[in-house]
T-cell receptor, first 112, second 114 residues
Framework: SQKIEQNSEALNIQEGKTATLTCNYTNYSPAYLQWYRQDPGRGPVFLLLIRENEKEKRKERLKVTFDTTLKQSLFHITASQPADSATYLCALETGGGNKLTFGTGTQLKVEL | EAGVAQSPRYKIIEKRQSVAFWCNPISGHATLYWYQQILGQGPKLLIQFQNNGVVDDSQLPKDRFSAERLKGVDSTLKIQPAKLEDSAVYLC????????????FGPGTRLTVL
């Protein structure tokens, strides 16, 4: 069966450290993968897109990797800040017209 | 630029009642999506429109859910009759014509079915 798995347990890290979130998938062959941030009571907000032929993408303190052999994407936030505390969702392209299937999300908490 | 607008923000109904949600996407966005997000889970796509045509409604429970986007702009999602398990946040999103584009989400409607 098709699955998208993200760390179900919350990730707590100290301010200034690098947070690494994992997205694993089975029985999908996405052309691209996106990462979104969701704050309580709000809709998800787009962060980064990485295509199947790209190994790595960076944007400011964010870095995403995409390994189509391992069927895994890693999302890194360097020099993390309390304002980075949120739920992070990975989303795979699973159909034409930009159809996305979302993972369950990982809650990140950055402590002082 | 104005974001995706949704209303109402909150709705409480009894089971077997009906409810409707409204969404106005970002101006010029051809694709509109309705998602259901149950607490602790990621958004689940219910229906995807390209202009006023349906692209994908494979996960829409068609015996009770319906959606329309008559003029290719705003959209309504209806549940009739509601069940307890429909309690969730209903998110509307839109994206521009090109594929691979980010989706812009509205704030969602939190539905509680009692």
């Amino acid at each position: 069966s098709q699955k998208i798995e993200q760390n179900s347990e919350a990730l707590n890290i100290q301010e200034g450290k690098t947070a690494t979130l994992t997205c694993n998938y089975t029985n999908y062959s996405p052309a691209y993968l996106q990462w979104y941030r969701q704050d309580p009571g709000r809709g998800p907000v787009f962060l980064l897109l990485i295509r199947e032929n790209e190994k790595e993408k960076r944007k400011e303190r964010l870095k995403v990797t995409f390994d189509t052999t391992l069927k895994q994407s890693l999302f890194h936030i360097t020099a993390s800040q309390p304002a980075d505390s949120a739920t992070y969702l990975c989303a795979l392209e699973t159909g034409g017209g930009n159809k996305l299937t979302f993972g369950t999300g990982t809650q990140l908490k950055v402590e002082l | 630029e104005a974001g995706v607008a949704q209303s109402p923000r909150y709705k409480i109904i009894e089971k077997r009642q009906s409810v409707a949600f409204w969404c106005n996407p970002i101006s010029g966005h051809a694709t509109l999506y309705w998602y259901q997000q149950i607490l602790g889970q990621g958004p689940k796509l219910l229906i995807q429109f390209q202009n006023n045509g349906v692209v994908d409604d494979s996960q829409l429970p068609k015996d009770r859910f319906s959606a329309e986007r008559l003029k290719g702009v705003d959209s309504t999602l209806k549940i009739q009759p509601a069940k307890l398990e429909d309690s969730a946040v209903y998110l509307c999103a839109s994206s521009a014509e090109d594929s691979h584009n980010e989706q812009f989400f509205g704030p969602g409607t939190r539905l509680t079915v009692l």
